[in-house]
């Protein structure tokens, strides 16, 4: 799955990419969020792959245990979270406007 298209020139990357990297941050192993999140370790491992190809860079130093975050990552990291609390705020919205959904 490639990315959604942004408002710039620039693809943005997937929510599930995110949610993934916050996962993997939290629990310090792909194998652990990938259960925290229901899927396979490779689906985890390649969303976390697929993020950081977009970023240009590793997010996750791999040789450490548990998994620890680069440098790439500690600065991409609270942007992360400030994203995928945005979009949370969004579906909320979107569930209160709603009536099929249970709004007004």
Known sequence: MEYQTGFGSRPLPLSDD???FVCITRY???T?????????????G????????????????REQRPLK????G??????????LQSLQRLDALH??????RGGQ
């Open 74 to 83: 500690l600065a991409v990291y609270p942007y992360v979270i400030e994203c």
């Open 69 to 72: 975050l680069t440098r790439a």
């Open 95 to 100: 569930r209160d406007q709603d009536p099929s």
């Open 18 to 20: 995110l949610s993934a």
């Open 28 to 30: 310090g192993s792909i």
């Open 46 to 61: 390649a969303r976390l792959r697929r993020l950081e190809r977009w970023w240009g860079d590793n997010l996750v130093d």
């Open 32 to 44: 652990q969020a990938a259960e925290a999140l229901c899927i396979s370790p490779t689906t985890a």
